[in-house]
T-cell receptor
Framework: DAGVIQSPRHEVTEMGQEVTLRCKPISGHDYLFWYRQTMMRGLELLIYFNNNVPIDDSGMPEDRFSAKMPNASFSTLKIQPSEPRDSAVYFC???????????????FGDGTRLSIL | GDSVTQMEGPVTLSEEAFLTINCTYTATGYPSLFWYVQYPGEGLQLLLKATKADDKGSNKGFEATYRKETTSFHLEKGSVQVSDSAVYFCALRAGHAGKSTFGDGTTLTVKP
């Protein structure tokens, strides 16, 4: 089975540019998560969706960050405008849901390494 | 709210040494508990899990037992290898929540 697929794997861009990160979750999973990982702050949950609906975006650092999930097989995380302090590895993860599946783990993609110059 | 506290790292061991990484948690209800491993340049991947008290999760020689009385889920391995060098994350998922709560991660380096 295909795992969580993220693109691009690496992104280098200049400050002020718009950055769009993409994620395809595992088919059948109804939760999708966006994380940011840095040496200084560790792994941070930015936002998560259930059945394509945003449930908790309290981890989104600023209004420059936005996330969408237009359908069950695709999500984007956008940064506009980007700043050097946004440089990090961004992970997408998915999992299945509630009830009998509530003990299921998250499945992570390989991440997007973002560098803002 | 829910929280996970992990033994601070980094941890450096010689090959074939015994490994323990401590993990304690605070949660309402009866969470499921997980250990994830992250190798350099990769995402986190599930190492093992336990879903109820006294369950033991095991995989690749690693083990952890769900101890409700001490709210702990310590990771152990009897003989580590250089290839076990990675960052290890303890996590919980409470039944009412879709998200998981992660510890800060413990970096393990195994030297030949």
């Amino acid at each position: 089975d295909a795992g969580v697929i993220q693109s691009p794997r690496h992104e280098v861009t200049e400050m002020g540019q718009e950055v769009t990160l993409r994620c395809k979750p595992i088919s059948g999973h109804d939760y999708l998560f966006w994380y940011r990982q840095t040496m200084m702050r560790g792994l941070e949950l930015l936002i998560y969706f259930n059945n394509n609906v945003p449930i908790d975006d309290s981890g989104m650092p600023e209004d420059r960050f936005s996330a969408k999930m237009p359908n069950a097989s695709f999500s984007t995380l956008k940064i506009q405008p980007s700043e050097p302090r946004d440089s990090a590895v961004y992970f997408c993860a998915s999992s299945s849901g509630t009830g009998a599946d509530s003990n299921q783990p998250q499945h992570f993609g390989d991440g997007t390494r973002l560098s803002i110059l | 709210g829910d929280s996970v506290t992990q033994m601070e790292g980094p941890v450096t061991l010689s090959e074939e040494a015994f490994l323990t990484i401590n993990c304690t948690y605070t949660a309402t209800g009866y969470p499921s508990l997980f250990w994830y491993v992250q190798y350099p340049g990769e995402g986190l991947q599930l190492l093992l899990k336990a879903t109820k008290a006294d369950d033991k999760g095991s995989n690749k020689g690693f083990e952890a037992t769900y101890r409700k009385e001490t709210t702990s889920f310590h990771l152990e391995k009897g003989s580590v290898q250089v290839s076990d060098s990675a960052v290890y994350f303890c996590a919980l998922r409470a039944g009412h929540a879709g998200k998981s709560t992660f510890g800060d991660g413990t970096t393990l380096t195994v030297k030949p």
